[in-house]
């Protein structure tokens, strides 16, 4: 094992002289256009629209929106009790059994686990939306 070491660090100082610098330029660089201000052409304005990652995209009207005041009506701490208390008004009629889709403050939730203790009093909107969205 020293043996390797002692090789490994004897090899270092060729592999340093064995790289070549690089080759200058032959060609200067050209210097950037000026602007002038006396374009005839129009300004060119591009807009563009950003979608929050886990918003539905679309006019999907939600099934059911609980405002702060509808949140705190239920009496319950935590978003765990809340869902607990919605879940006899989300499940579906159709028997499919699929659990509707839940946006909350406008973001989807894909996993109860890392919202469940979360105080209500931090919520300022609940979607529920149907399961096949």
Avoid: C, H, K
Wanted: glycine residues 10%; proline residues 10%; negative net charge.
């Amino acid at each position: 094992m020293r043996r390797l070491g002692l090789l490994l660090a004897a090899s270092m100082p060729t592999l340093a002289v064995a790289q070549q610098a690089p080759a200058p330029d032959a060609t200067p660089a050209a210097p950037a256009a000026q602007d002038e201000g006396n374009s005839d052409e129009p300004d060119i304005i591009v807009t563009g629209q950003r979608n929050l990652p886990g918003a539905v995209i679309g006019d999907i009207p939600p099934d059911q929106q609980l405002g702060p005041a509808d949140i705190r009506s239920y009496g319950v701490s935590t978003v765990a009790d809340l869902l607990a208390e919605l879940a006899p008004q989300t499940t579906s009629g159709r028997g499919s059994g699929g659990a509707p889709v839940v946006l909350l403050n406008g973001r989807r939730i894909s996993s109860f686990a890392e919202i469940r203790d979360l105080p209500t009093e931090a919520i300022q909107r609940v979607d529920l939306l149907r399961q096949d969205v």
